[in-house]
């Protein structure tokens, strides 16, 4: 594709987009009546603020979901100590929830704009940053256009391509070279992802390894933790954590395959807990009690699956063991929680993402792979679970050695981190004169 040609897509992006703009409010109803979108709030999805920008210089932080916002979360603390001011944006419904459990008052969180040109640029005249940071793969080209024209130094953080993406940019040189020319500063989560970068326009790219990884450990209640332990008692457990459709039922039947021989109490924590309606009926249908968070019932000996159905049920759910029983986490995707809290992992061999991620873990040995995503439901695979358990104690115990070391060099990290956001690779050239501003702040 050429110059030309990658000029003429972006304005038939722009103009398309223009063009359809009035109309999309019946997809985000439709959003909303699927509890996707916020209904209160669907003016922000067009730009209009919804609460006051504060005084002074701020950083727009953008984290799609759950995932990106909690990756960004101890790049967004160190900012706002150093007395910046941060508006965040994300996409979801549980990603705002969780931003406002995790973040409170500290941000001023907005849904993000319909990447059309009205709302960027409503939104950008608005709020009006010093300083936009993107995480992982969020790649719009009207917002990254806005941005370029106004002169705002973009950086994406935790920046990867997956083989797919990578592969569709590729077949779009001049398009992909138009784009990503305008981001002042990429930090990779690889090697491979720092070279992907380069090769579609990218510079310059640096290379931090995976926020995820990195990240502090779950939170959770204190008083709940301390509950579920009681309840628990002498019990084994296992987790299916960020579980999809499907996975619940297999998750059952491994249970079911277990349950008499173990008298195991299985754990399941869904993505998306608006599913929980649906998950409870299905598990209860193969004749299985389960208790819910939301309704506050109490795990007895009876109780078969413990159902994580609120925002942020990762860190009490992983810590739930308090004495060191073993457990298998059975994950749908790279989520590094559970290493967090020292638990060995099972995840299946489906994965759409590239395969660096359980390199960046702990320990790459802590990670199970079982071979087809079926066998997660055979009942001859589960009955095996128990019998790894010698093997997951040292698994276990190397997670959490290797967390002390983690946690010991964050505070380091997360210093050095800010301080490149002041200083951006490239000089001031690459940046354009707004970080100015904040680092004399700083």
């Not at 021989?261 to 299905?282: K, S």
Request: hydrophobic letters at 35%; proline letters at 6%; charged letters at 30%.
């Amino acid at each position: 594709m050429s110059s030309l040609r990658a000029r003429l897509a972006l304005s038939g992006y722009r103009w398309l987009g223009t063009a359809v703009y009035p109309f999309f409010w019946s997809y985000l109803a439709l959003r909303a009546a699927k509890g996707k979108e916020d209904p209160a709030r669907r003016r922000e999805r067009y730009g209009y603020a919804s609460a006051p920008r504060p005084q002074g210089p701020l950083v727009w932080f953008h984290a799609a979901s759950v995932g990106e916002t909690n990756a960004v979360t101890p790049l967004i603390k160190e900012i706002r100590r150093r007395g910046i001011a941060v508006v965040l944006t994300t996409g979801t419904t549980t990603s705002a929830r969780v931003a406002a459990e995790r973040l409170g008052s500290a941000v001023v969180h907005q849904y993000v704009p319909l990447d059309f040109k009205p709302a960027v640029s409503r939104f950008l005249e608005y709020w009006q940053p010093d300083l936009a940071i993107i995480a992982e793969s969020e790649i719009w080209p009207m917002t990254i256009i806005e941005l370029g024209r106004r002169h705002i130094p973009q950086v994406l953080v935790n920046g990867r391509l997956s083989d797919r993406t990578f592969a569709r940019w590729r077949r779009r040189p001049s398009l992909a070279d138009a784009l990503f020319e305008n981001l002042a500063l990429v930090i990779a989560q690889s090697d491979v992802d720092a070279e992907r970068f380069r090769t579609l326009g990218a510079l310059p790219v640096t290379v931090s390894g995976n926020l995820k990884v990195d990240n502090e450990a779950p939170p959770h209640d204190p008083r709940d933790l301390r509950e579920y332990r009681q309840q628990i008692g002498a019990r084994k457990t296992w987790a299916a954590i960020s579980t999809f459709e499907g996975e619940e039922n297999a998750a059952g039947t491994v249970h079911q395959a277990l349950k008499e021989r173990t008298g195991l109490l299985t754990i399941i924590v869904p993505r998306h807990p608006e599913r929980c309606d649906a998950i409870e009926a299905a598990l209860v249908a193969k004749g299985l009690k389960v208790a819910r968070r939301t309704r506050g019932d109490p795990v007895t000996p009876e109780v078969d699956i413990l159902l994580g159905d609120t925002i942020g049920e990762m860190g009490a759910l992983s810590e739930a063991d308090g004495s060191r029983f073993r457990r298998t986490f059975a994950i749908r995707r790279g989520r590094p929680e559970p290493a967090r809290a020292g638990n060995a992992r099972l995840r299946g061999a489906f994965r759409r993402k590239r395969s660096e991620f359980p390199r960046d873990l702990p320990d790459a040995r802590q990670e199970r792979q079982r071979q087809d995503r079926a066998r997660y439901g055979d009942a001859r695979q589960g009955r095996q679970l128990p019998a790894r358990q010698r093997r997951h104690a040292s698994l276990d115990d190397r997670c959490r050695t290797r967390n002390r070391a983690t946690d010991a060099g964050r505070a380091d990290g997360d210093d050095e981190g800010a301080r490149s956001l002041h200083q951006p690779a490239g000089g001031e050239g690459a940046a354009g004169a707004a970080p100015g501003s904040l680092k004399t702040e700083a």
